[in-house]
């Protein structure tokens, strides 16, 4: 009869099935690099607007980029048994993709530590498409935020990790 596979054991629960934080004392610190990557699809006219900044609520990008830090510094926050981790570096950078009727988000989150900052790069790009989706909602409710994904990590005990 052919062996099957075990699912790896969760690192956020003990034995007993209890939500733990996982005990990263033991770990020496290195590198971390995390990036993420998100989009909000809307209507032409409505990127158009973003891109010319003329909605009424103000420059959409710039609040955007400020809401995704301002995200990643607060994780910890908002995702629980997430630890607090001391960010050497949060850029969050927005462009309106034309030809997709989108605006692409790219956060890229650092530190020199024991845990990685994949949780806060997702973050930050989650509260920027929420922001643009927030400002720009009174004229186009047929936008979506979507495919939020890790593209890139690199550090720690799991090795560096690559998609699109």
């Known amino acids: 009869m052919p062996k099957t596979k075990r699912a790896p054991k969760l690192t956020h629960f003990d034995d007993t099935g209890n939500a733990v934080m996982v005990d990263v004392s033991s770990k020496e610190p290195n590198f971390r690099v995390a990036v993420a990557k998100g989009s909000v699809n809307m209507q032409p006219a409505t990127l158009s607007l973003i891109h010319e900044c003329k909605m009424k609520k103000g420059d959409v990008l710039a609040v955007a980029q400020l809401a995704g830090i301002m995200a990643a ?77 890790l593209t890139k990590k690199s550090g720690g005990k799991s090795g560096d990790f690559t998609q699109k």
């Open 73 to 149: 510094k607060r994780t910890p926050e908002l995702i629980p048994l997430c630890h607090n981790v001391s960010l050497s570096s949060v850029s969050v950078d927005l462009s309106c993709d034309k030809k997709a009727s989108a605006v692409q988000i790219t956060a890229t989150c650092k530190l020199n530590g024991q845990t990685g900052v994949e949780m806060e790069a997702l973050t930050a790009v989650s509260a920027a498409a929420l922001t643009v989706y927030d400002m720009c909602k009174s004229i186009d409710r047929s936008m979506h935020v979507t495919n939020i994904r």
